[in-house]
């Protein structure tokens, strides 16, 4: 008896994109086997350590700029980071161009992110601009984390979609379940099938209820439907 393989992937769809991360830039960058050509260089997270003491005694400084956006950078970030005005990395560019950063060209300039992708093309961008000593946190915060825990230069929480990175620098108080449902805004929704302006004895009788609250239970058709979802919006 012969069986018939069943395709993993019947609608399997393969497309070419420009950039894996969308900075706007797919002419400047150049991509070979190993990744985006002339970023920044790689620091494990004890070599970015060992950077900060040897610049340390040296009287220079270290600067962290993060390549994450303001919202990310508020739960945190690395003790005095830069973090720029973006909300999206297409604002990077932008930013970048603006001037402010000038005066950092000639600095040791450290970029990271989540997992180590943005920071990847935005220490090349940074690198196109002239500034002259850039490097990058190899595998971002996610392997910082794993690594220092909340011993290192991280100020803040971190949470992310493993399990790995739920390591907190400084310990926050989560509101309880009860105060965020409380400051939730409800909303209701219910179905009402609109009933046709003529029918007759038959179809009155195979009509559906008036009133259907539960969507998973609505037979009636989609062109038929008025949604309600403001509370004391639908009748009665």
């Not at 450290?110 to 920071?119: D, E, F, L």
Request: net charge positive; charged share 30%.
């Amino acid at each position: 008896m012969v069986r018939r393989r069943r395709r993993r992937f019947p609608r399997l769809s393969v497309k070419v994109r420009d950039e894996v991360v969308s900075f706007g830039a797919p002419g400047e960058l150049k991509v070979d086997a190993g990744g985006v050509v002339g970023g920044g260089k790689h620091l494990k997270p004890a070599e970015l350590h060992q950077l900060v003491e040897l610049r340390k005694e040296s009287g220079e400084e270290v600067v962290f700029f993060d390549g994450r956006n303001g919202f990310e950078a508020q739960i945190g970030k690395f003790k005095d980071a830069i973090v720029p005005d973006v909300a999206t990395t297409h604002d990077f560019i932008k930013e970048l161009d603006s001037g402010k950063y000038d005066a950092l060209k000639d600095k040791p300039v450290v970029t990271y992110c989540t997992g180590g992708i943005r920071c990847e093309v935005l220490s090349s961008l940074m690198v196109n601009r002239g500034f002259k000593e850039v490097y990058q946190l190899d595998g971002g915060i996610v392997r910082y984390g794993e690594t220092f825990k909340d011993q290192g230069l991280w100020e803040g929480s971190s949470t992310c979609s493993t399990s790995a990175c739920t390591w907190n620098s400084v310990k926050t108080r989560r509101p309880s379940a009860n105060a965020s449902a409380a400051r939730r805004p409800r909303a209701s929704l219910r179905i009402v099938p609109t009933r046709p302006a003529a029918h007759s004895r038959s179809t009155a009788r195979t009509a559906p209820p008036a009133r259907i609250r539960s969507v998973a239970r609505t037979a009636a058709r989609p062109d038929t439907l008025r949604s309600c979802v403001r509370p004391g919006s639908c009748p009665g």
